[in-house]
């Protein structure tokens, strides 16, 4: 039985228990903060709407209307974000296109966290000649503009959603090795490292068991404080026309469809932009909320 | 002798997810000029009374008294302009760690000239010679070099000296010194209170003297207040205190493990909820 | 026979020119069963030689043997299961992220041991805290339940020395006792061999049979317990170290620094 007394309590009685009570204060603390608290219920809409596409969208996101009747209407109670050059329904693709945002931001963070981590903790771990070569990659990657080198990784993959992912992934992990690295530097020298060290553990197991999940929480805010700058440079990519192709809803893409009557008809591009931007502001206050409640040492 | 300062009723309170606790609860003392020891554990709330006499309670802890006052200036009522007039000025505060006290980006010098002259005013070298005069009495034994240098290129005890130069400059009535010389090796903690205790002794200042030593504060102070859980517990002549009566008092004296053979355990000590009430 | 043999060791940090030598030619033998102290105010390399021994500082010079058998760097696992160290901070010692469970269970998945269940109960009960503690997180323990655990870390793979470095300093004098006793309980009850690194002659006097006084990385000399409780110290230091230890004195002693 879960309850509030089990989960708080001073005493765990089991592994399971010790660590739901310590996610479950992490989850008050995070929720005592009201803007992060925004933020979540941002991404969780997102998550949401994500899922239940078919269920809210009203119209079929590819397949538009009567070409000759349904162009370029205004926001109505009909298209309550009205329709674009093809006839199709803006509010259903926002609703479709919610799914590929979602993909894109899950996958670069399952892809680029990890790279980023273990580039940047073995570096920080080993020093030495290690630290050099692997920072030194680090660098060439950071020397780029993010834009320009998805672009380039993009053009070179070629067009589609799932390169643009994967380019998108390859340019965002440097700040993260970075990051890791540095922490890891004055983990390393810890009494706690020390000790670990003194019962005989191995480089890998330290570095796995013992250094990354000390560096894991400042990652994840830099993640998420990211994601903004992750989805905006999908949208750009899907805006060049490298990211996802017509007629799939990606966000960026629409915005890049409705420039060309941006003047007459507003909302075709507007709409789309509207919700990256909230997305964006979604994650941003989420990251923020998630660095105060992530810091052990700011908890009692 | 009329008090330099009074206590009474101090109470200190943090807001807690729980509810308010107390962390320091209706702490009454005063203060001649003389060298007043508050000894107690990590907890006892010795810090907390210590800075709350100066006004300097961390938010969101809120400082209460029935009466706190210094020198018949009520500073429970004190203006920013008041405090200003009386930090540093006449009534000095001395921490643990000079390392964090000290602006590290400025030479030891000029941080010592610039508190003489906020208070006293006056010309830049008649402030520098006030300095390298405050630097000697102090014990330092090479002035120049000390004033010239910024805080990272000293050692620790240096550090604690130019520290107590700084506080000392504007010849406060009152220094309150928190752990100043826990820090430090034992022998430089030696001649750091032979400074602290000449300027007891000439200048009629008074001392209150934080410290979890019970042995040096026995040896060094006039009188010891005792602090456990937020309360004095007990208040002895520091020459009485191995004859002190408090159950608390006694077994910090006793656990302590000494030079010449100790008992075997050492005894530990059983404390008791009726202490904390 | 004596255990641990350290003759004539070196300790030097840095390279080229920027090199500081923290332990210069520093010898002790320590015999098995006994606690060897090591007294010495900050800079004195006392922390170091420790530090040379597990294998987290360099030795630049001299030799450490252990039963006969000088030492391989780097440590292997079986020098790991002999020597154990505890660290001062116990705020420090603990990773902030695991559980006392965690902790415990490391060293014995790192050496295979069997049962590590009841291994686990049992290291805590032997430092006198109970199952409750099982499951807490380092902030969910004061300092003195801290070194506790960090003890019970250290001996839950059953050593036979115990490298101590001021295990007590940071603690308050009430804990210090406590964690005194244990640690005395301890070596009695398993036979250990303790070398207990300090800057409080009367914990070195009590915990130990004979100390060794260190200054600026230098041997300054070795008494016995007994010679330490009759003041019957021949360097000036050391005499210093004695008429500081029993507080202030009323005036400025004057010190003899080398």
Same mark, same amino acid.
């Given at each position: 039985m879960i309850s509030r007394e089990w989960l708080l309590t001073d005493q765990p009685g089991s592994r399971r228990q010790a660590r739901y009570g310590q996610a479950f204060r992490t989850w008050l603390s995070l929720r005592s903060n009201r803007l992060a608290m925004v933020g979540f219920w941002i991404i969780a809409a997102l998550i949401g709407i994500a899922i239940f596409a078919p269920w809210i969208a009203p119209y079929d996101p590819v397949v538009g209307g009567d070409l000759r009747l349904d162009r370029l209407i205004g926001p109505s109670w009909d298209h309550l974000m009205g329709t674009d050059d093809q006839a199709r329904d !803006?509010?259903? #693709?926002?609703?479709? =296109? %919610?799914?590929?945002?979602?993909?894109v931001v899950a996958l670069v963070a399952v892809i680029a966290t990890p790279i980023g981590l273990a580039v940047g903790t073995t570096a920080g771990y080993f020093g030495g000649w290690v630290d050099v070569v692997l920072m030194r990659i680090t660098d060439i990657f950071l020397a780029f503009p993010r834009l320009i080198l998805a672009l380039?990784? %993009?053009? @070179? *993959?070629?067009?589609?959603?799932?390169?643009?992912?994967? @380019? !998108? +992934?390859?340019?965002?992990?440097?700040?993260?090795?970075?990051?890791?690295?540095?922490?890891? *530097?004055?983990? #390393?020298?810890?009494?706690?490292?020390?000790?670990?060290?003194?019962?005989?553990?191995?480089?890998? #197991? !330290?570095?796995?068991?013992h250094v990354v999940p000390l560096c894991l929480s400042s990652v994840i805010v830099?993640?998420?404080?990211?994601?903004?700058g992750i989805i905006l440079t999908a949208a750009g990519l899907g805006f060049l026309g490298l990211g996802a192709q017509p007629p799939?809803?990606?966000?960026?893409?629409?915005?890049? +469809?409705? #420039?060309r009557f941006i003047i007459d008809f507003w909302w075709v591009a507007t709409m789309p932009g509207i919700a990256i931007f909230i997305v964006s502001l979604g994650f941003n206050l989420l990251g923020d909320g998630l660095r105060d409640a992530l810091d052990p040492k700011g908890r009692k | 002798m009329t008090d330099l300062l009074t206590v009474e009723d101090l109470r200190i309170t943090y807001p807690t997810r729980q509810g308010p606790s107390e962390v320091v609860r209706g702490v009454s003392f005063a203060l001649g000029r003389e060298r007043l020891g508050i000894v107690g554990e990590s907890g006892s709330g010795k810090s907390q009374t210590g800075r709350a006499l100066l006004g300097l309670t961390p938010a969101p802890g809120i400082a209460t008294a029935r009466r706190l006052e210094f020198d018949g200036i009520d500073l429970r009522q004190a203006s920013p302009a008041t405090w200003r007039a009386l930090r540093g000025i006449r009534i000095s505060m001395v921490m643990q760690d000079p390392k964090y006290s000290l602006n590290p980006v400025m030479t030891i010098g000029r941080q010592i000239v610039e508190a003489y002259r906020t208070q006293k005013g006056g010309a830049k070298t008649a402030a520098r010679d006030r300095a390298m005069a405050m630097l000697e009495a102090v014990q330092i034994r090479d002035p120049s070099r000390v004033f010239n240098a910024y805080p990272h290129e000293l050692s620790g005890g240096m550090g604690q000296r130019a520290m107590l130069a700084m506080m000392l400059i504007t010849e406060p009535d009152l220094l309150i010194a928190d752990e100043p010389t826990s820090a430090l090796d034992v022998t430089v903690q030696l001649e750091v209170l032979a400074i602290l205790d000449r300027l007891v002794a000439d200048r009629g200042m008074g001392l209150i003297f934080i410290s979890h030593d019970l042995r040096l504060v026995s040896t060094f102070c006039d009188r010891v207040l005792v602090m456990y859980a937020g309360r004095i517990v007990e208040e002895v002549k520091a020459s009485d205190l191995a004859n002190a009566r408090h159950p608390y008092t006694q077994g910090l004296y006793t656990c302590l493990p000494r030079i010449e053979g100790s008992q075997r355990p050492l005894q530990t000590l059983q404390r008791d909820a009726s202490w904390a009430l | 026979m004596n255990l641990i043999e350290i003759s004539n060791l070196d300790v030097t940090f840095g390279s080229f020119a920027n090199t500081v030598a923290a332990v210069r030619d520093v010898s002790?033998?320590?015999?098995?069963?006994?606690?060897?102290? !090591?007294? =010495?105010?900050?800079?004195s390399g006392k922390s170091t030689v420790l530090r040379a021994i597990c294998g987290l500082a360099p030795v630049t010079g001299g030799t450490i043997r252990i039963d006969g058998q000088p030492l391989k760097t780097p440590r292997d696992a079986g020098f790991y299961r002999r020597v154990q160290m505890v660290f001062q901070d116990p705020y420090a010692s603990l990773h902030p992220r695991h559980t006392v469970d965690r902790v415990l269970a490391e060293p014995l998945a790192i050496h295979g041991f069997a049962n590590a269940e009841t291994r686990i109960e049992q290291a805590l009960a032997d430092v006198g805290l109970g199952h409750g503690f099982r499951f807490r997180y380092p902030h969910q323990l004061s300092g003195g339940q801290r070194q506790r655990v960090a003890i019970a870390r250290a001996l839950i793979l059953e050593p036979k020395i115990l490298l101590l470095d001021e295990p007590t300093s940071a603690l308050d004098a009430s804990i210090q006792a406590e964690v005194l006793n244990l640690l005395d309980r301890l070596r009695s009850e398993r036979g250990l061999t303790y070398i207990l690194v300090s800057h409080d002659l009367a914990v070195v006097a009590h915990m130990c049979e004979r100390l060794l006084v260190m200054q600026h990385g230098r041997t300054v000399e070795e008494l016995t317990r007994a010679e330490l409780q009759g003041r019957r110290a021949q360097q000036p230091y050391t005499r210093a170290l004695l008429v500081a230890s029993q507080g202030y004195v009323g005036q400025t002693p004057t010190l003899e620094k080398a």
């Open positions: !803006i509010f259903s #693709r926002v609703v479709y =296109g %919610a799914r590929l945002t979602l993909l380039a990784f %993009a053009s @070179a *993959l070629g067009p589609g959603i799932e390169n643009a992912i994967i @380019a !998108i +992934a390859i340019t965002s992990w440097p700040p993260y090795a970075r990051l890791a690295r540095a922490e890891t *530097l004055t983990i #390393r020298e810890t009494d706690y490292i020390n000790a670990i060290r003194l019962q005989g553990a191995s480089s890998p #197991r !330290i570095i796995w068991g830099r993640v998420t404080l990211d994601m903004a799939q809803p990606e966000w960026g893409a629409m915005i890049a +469809a409705g #420039r | - | 002790f033998n320590v015999a098995a069963g006994e606690a060897f102290g !090591i007294v =010495g105010e900050s800079g």
